[in-house]
């Protein structure tokens, strides 16, 4: 059987799609509150936004160059491009029937209400009119379009309004006015007829109804809200590049005036609609009608800001791990033991102590450690600023390429190596994405290392949003890999063959492959065979066809993915023994974690890496294993959790969508589980480490 016939793969963009349309179910869910309902509809529309301004702008740029590419379920950039217009159709249709019939009316129920600027009392007309001459009219600029003025190089995502123009002796009847960035897309105020909650206005609508104050002595016909997204891929040749930072800043400066990949319109004519495409060079399949207001991302302050716990999630503490008792020495801890965190539940607050007791510690020589992502105000750079100016060794691996984070971590590297910090960018040609840091000490024994290896990134923001699993250890075979890794990626030389730790780009797409065709070794035999991986996508061809091999060998898989899935389930005779489920809930789930049965003797492991081309060949990744068995169960205890899911959980059909797994009872929300858990071992603590 020819495992890599096309028929045998979903699409990677329509399963994107479809993981975004689970986004949308939590936006439409009942029993979700109100105001996180609201969230997640403007996370549609964001996860939309970047999926544009990537794929969509990829796969342009394949058909522009003449290419039949095609991916393993043999779609060209065409077929792909024509079958993503009409999901996203259907999706943006859905997500405004969602705003406009649930969540708008529902939220007024509740005294937060959305007006159109024409419908507000006379009085807060007078209050926005004032507004608008006081704080907006002075920074908006009207553009002409016509010979003597160039369209405008309108900025990435930017709100814009086409303004049509009573036709005159001026040479034109278009304009643009752009919104600036600066000014609040929402506006409070308190309506008359309010109880005194919370009403707001759009800014755009309120430039609308005024923004015929910027062309005196001409007759406005009407204004037009429009949006614009443009290609946001990064093209740096690293190779020609003599300086990195200074070659990403340049092609930084350039994205916001990419090649516009989609036009968003509302109650704009079709006649200007036309001339929108002639300008920005697209065709009519790139438009996309909206109803009001355009762009749902701008409604997320007030999902996040408005001060309602009663339409919000319950407010949870995660729980302290060590650190509280009596000895306070992180590294004593790590020394008695390997420790795994859960993160939201576990706090994310031992991650930092690690990196705090190691800058303060005069034990301690030398801190490694690499950062993909980390937030704008992250306590971390400043630790490991501290640690240098003491004289310790400290050594930062950060990714410039990041994905939209690249902006962030060049301010982060500059202010780094202006402190002394040893600031490396990775190997040539890949992306370090393995999460890891390690702490060099002297102690009465000699020289240990210390290491902290993660699913995650060193964020602390999104370590309250994400789920994700940290791992400390002090044993040497893990600590050596470790180390030898950080001298790959900062120095020259080549990778010795780790002890313990699966590495990508050297070895982890055998690896794993080699764990899989173990199981059917196992399975063959009559051993106990089984695969569970929790991933957030599973793309890679061979990794699938390893799969199917493995059903077709009568291994059960499980698999946990949260996004992208390329594999088909339930294939009869491919992949009957295959079953996938995501999970899209309160966290993001982001953790990554794989058990193989292994005859009876499960091997577990956990680390940084999707099962995708550029996880396993384009990146550097760690993947660790957990070894211990008190650790061995708990992990068996959060997979099991996983599995049990069906309020959350949706299972992946043959023809790539998704149903809701079956409701049984009791009914079992893994993370709320995973919260009473946290509640539970807080209530238990005693109460002098609770001071």
Known sequence: MDLSDPQYFINR?????????????????PEVPLLERLKFLCIVSSNLDEFFEVRVAGLKQVLQAGSEMTGPDGLTAAQQLAAISKRVRRLVADQYICWREAIKPQLAEKGVRFHR??????????????????????????????????????LNKSLNILVELEASDLGTDLAVVQIPRILPRVLPFRAKDSSGDHDFIFLGNLIQAHVGRLFHGVKVRG???????????????????????????????????????????????????NRLCEIFNLEKTDVYRTEWPLNLVRLMPIATEVDRPDLKYKRFTPVPVV???????????????????????????????????AAEDAQVLAIKQTLYRTSSDSPIIP???????????????????????????????RQLREAGVDVVY???????????????????????RYVHLGTGNYHPSTARLYTDLSYFTARPEITEDVANLFNTVTGVSQLPPPHKLLVAPWHLHKQVIGLIENEIVQARAGRPSGIFAKINSLVEEDTIQALYRASRAGVPVRLLVRGICALRPGLPGVSDNIEVRSIVSRFLEHSRLYRFENGGDPLYYMGSADWM????????EAVFPIESPGMKVHVQEIIDCYWQDNAKAEALLPDGSYRPV????????AQEEFLAEAARRRKRRPAAEEG
């Open 13 to 29: 963009e329509l399963s994107w799609l479809e993981f975004n349309q689970r986004v949308l179910d939590q936006a439409n869910d």
């Open 117 to 154: 600027y024409p419908d507000v009392d006379e009085a807060e007309r007078r209050h926005f009119e004032e507004y608008f001459e006081r704080e907006v009219f002075p920074v908006l600029t009207p553009l002409a379009l016509d010979p003597a003025h160039p369209f405008p190089q309108l």
């Open 223 to 273: 204004a037009h809200v429009f949006r614009i997204t443009r290609n946001s891929n990064l093209y740096v040749d690293e190779e020609e590049a003599r300086n990195l930072l200074r070659a990403i800043e340049d092609e930084l400066r350039k994205l916001n005036r990419g090649n516009a990949v989609r036009l968003e319109v509302q109650d704009c004519p079709e006649g200007l609609t």
């Open 323 to 357: 650190g509280l008792g009596e000895e306070h020495d992180i590294f004593f801890h790590i020394r008695k033991g390997d420790i795994l965190l859960h993160h939201p539940y576990d706090s994310f607050q031992t991650v930092l102590d690690f990196i705090g007791q």
């Open 383 to 413: 630790l490991l600023i501290d640690a240098s100016r003491q004289g310790k060794q400290v050594v930062v691996v950060i990714e410039l390429k990041a994905r939209f984070d690249e902006a962030a971590n060049i301010r982060w590297a």
């Open 426 to 448: 990775g190997v040539s040609g890949l992306k370090t994405h393995a999460k890891m840091a390690m702490v060099v000490r002297k102690e009465y024994d000699g020289i240990r």
């Open 613 to 620: 081309e550029r996880n396993f060949h384009h990146r550097v």
């Open 662 to 669: 079956p409701a049984g009872e009791p009914r079992w929300d």
